[in-house]
């Protein structure tokens, strides 16, 4: 069976600290793909990020990284200098390596950065 | 435009009627998800199509759900005997990678059932 589990509920932080959102996946598939998903208040969905399990390097894209450690099953992903307009609803997601695969959402993780 | 598009954006109904939900994916996408999304709550998956395959209904709630998409076109989700706890934020994905499946998602139809 496949799980996403993002632990934590809800986040808020000052502007400009750093943040980092937990992720937890659980699969039998040896091959499978990592998503993390952005939902700002407008309320749609944006692609952030994919990652495939065979790549374990550590990516950065501007403010956000992303961890990716097969050894814990853990996909983690970190806002550094957070802003305002980070506030936003943030979910990890997990799909099989076949187009059968459905994608698998974790129940995501509200942020709120505070000027 | 070229996005995933929804219609309608919001639709009010009284209990014990049907509604019809329409998206349409991005023009060659091969894959199209249904998701439901409650107030403050994640994504619960409902539907997948996949090209001509038979579709992975798994995540309908009850008989009271259905959807159809023609080829790789036009989806619409059907929900019979509308419920209270049908009310909901309804949303499409499409993805031109059916493996690697980066989704696309659309604006949602809120739905709302009196």
């Known amino acids: 069976a496949q799980k996403v589990t993002q632990a934590q509920t809800e986040i808020s932080v000052v502007e400009k600290e750093d943040v980092t959102l937990d992720c937890v996946y659980e699969t039998r598939d040896t091959t499978y793909y990592l998503f993390w998903y952005k939902q700002p208040p407008s309320g749609e969905l944006v692609f952030l990020i994919r990652?495939?399990?065979?790549?374990?390097q550590n990516e950065i894209s501007g403010r956000y990284s992303w961890n990716f450690q097969k050894s814990t099953s853990s996909f983690n992903f970190t806002i550094t200098a957070s802003q305002v307009v980070d506030s936003a609803v943030y979910f990890c997601?997990?799909?099989?390596?076949?187009?059968?695969?459905?994608?698998?959402f974790g129940s995501g993780t509200r942020l709120s950065i505070r000027p | 435009g070229a996005g995933v598009s929804q219609s309608p954006s919001n639709k009010v109904t009284e209990k014990g009627k049907d509604v019809e939900l329409r998206c349409d994916p991005i023009?060659?996408?091969?894959?199209l998800y249904w998701y439901r999304q409650r107030l403050g709550q994640g994504l619960e998956f409902l539907i997948y199509?996949?090209?001509?395959?038979?579709?992975?209904k798994s995540g309908l709630p009850s008989d009271r759900f259905s959807a159809e998409r023609t080829g790789e076109s036009v989806s619409t989700l059907t929900i019979q005997r509308t419920q209270q706890e049908d009310s909901a934020v309804y949303l499409c994905?499409?993805?031109?990678?059916?493996?690697?499946?980066?989704?696309?998602f659309g604006p949602g139809t809120r739905l709302t059932v009196l």
């Open positions: 994905a499409s993805s031109s990678d059916p493996v690697g499946d980066e989704q696309f």
């Open positions: 199509f996949q090209g001509n395959s038979a579709p992975d």
């Open positions: 990652r495939n399990s065979f790549d374990e």
């Open positions: 023009s060659g996408h091969t894959a």
């Open positions: 997601a997990l799909k099989g390596y076949s187009s059968a695969s459905k994608i698998i």
